[in-house]
T-cell receptor, first 109, second 116 residues
Framework: GQNIDQPTEMTATEGAIVQINCTYQ??????LFWYQQHAGEAPTFLSY??LDGLEEKGRFSSFLSRSKGYSYLLLKELQMKDSASYLC??????????WGAGTKLIIKP | GAVVSQHPSRVICKSGTSVKIECRSL??????MFWYRQFPKQSLMLMAT?????????EQGVEKDKFLINHASLTLSTLTVTSAHPEDSSFYIC????????????FGPGTRLLVL
């Protein structure tokens, strides 16, 4: 079957660094996506990885290891506005996105 | 970046009425659009995949006669909730896939539906 796993909730401190992990098992692989979703709002696209390695975009970086079925989203210099749910999604062989349940990130002052 | 609009953003209706929600890709052509539903504090749930010029593909458990989807052009898909009931109250979100941007899905802002 197809499965995306990520932690349900994480807590971090303002100014710190946090890493949100995602492991997956899917039929086919056409990229791994990270989205951010604030409460009551629609998801917004953060990053895309299709090759192994690290993609850096400002304070956010995303890493992929296809052989391990593993990705992480790294958030640096955390700000209060980063409090949100972070969704991991994998494109399967039909380019359909298989969604993780999301990780709720709580930032404390 | 790619922009997807959704209208209306919020709607309140009486039980038994029908509600139409529009989803538009503003700066790219989307051969495929998706409709999701999300209940409070729950995950996104894919309802259907909408392909331009053909019938939508519905996920298991989603009634195609209740949730009518039309994808008449490369920039517009509509979802009509027919004979709405209070249990249909939810946050409906569309996304459009940009084939030129590594198949990334971009989301509309969502429509909050409340059926009284």
């Amino acid at each position: 079957g197809q499965n995306i796993d990520q932690p349900t909730e994480m807590t971090a401190t303002e100014g710190a660094i946090v890493q949100i992990n995602c492991t997956y098992q899917t039929s086919g692989f056409n990229g791994l996506f990270w989205y951010q979703q604030h409460a009551g709002e629609a998801p917004t696209f953060l990053s895309y990885n299709v090759l192994d390695g690290l993609e850096e975009k400002g304070r956010f970086s995303s890493f992929l290891s296809r052989s391990k079925g593993y990705s992480y989203l790294l958030l640096k210099e955390l700000q209060m506005k980063d409090s949100a749910s972070y969704l991991c999604a994998v494109g399967d062989s039909n380019y359909q996105l298989i969604w993780g349940a999301g990780t709720k990130l709580i930032i404390k002052p | 970046g790619a922009v997807v609009s959704q209208h209306p953003s919020r709607v309140i209706c009486k039980s038994g009425t029908s509600v139409k929600i529009e989803c538009r890709s503003l700066d790219f052509q989307a051969t495929t659009m998706f409709w999701y539903r999300q209940f409070p504090k729950q995950s996104l749930m894919l309802m259907a995949t909408s392909n331009e010029g053909s019938k939508a593909t519905y996920e298991q458990g989603v009634e195609k006669d209740k949730f009518l989807i039309n994808h008449a052009s490369l920039t517009l898909s509509t979802l009509t909730v027919t004979s709405a009931h209070p249990e249909d109250s939810s946050f409906y979100i569309c996304s459009a896939r940009d084939g030129g941007a590594r198949e990334t899905q971009y989301f509309g802002p969502g429509t909050r539906l409340l059926v009284l």
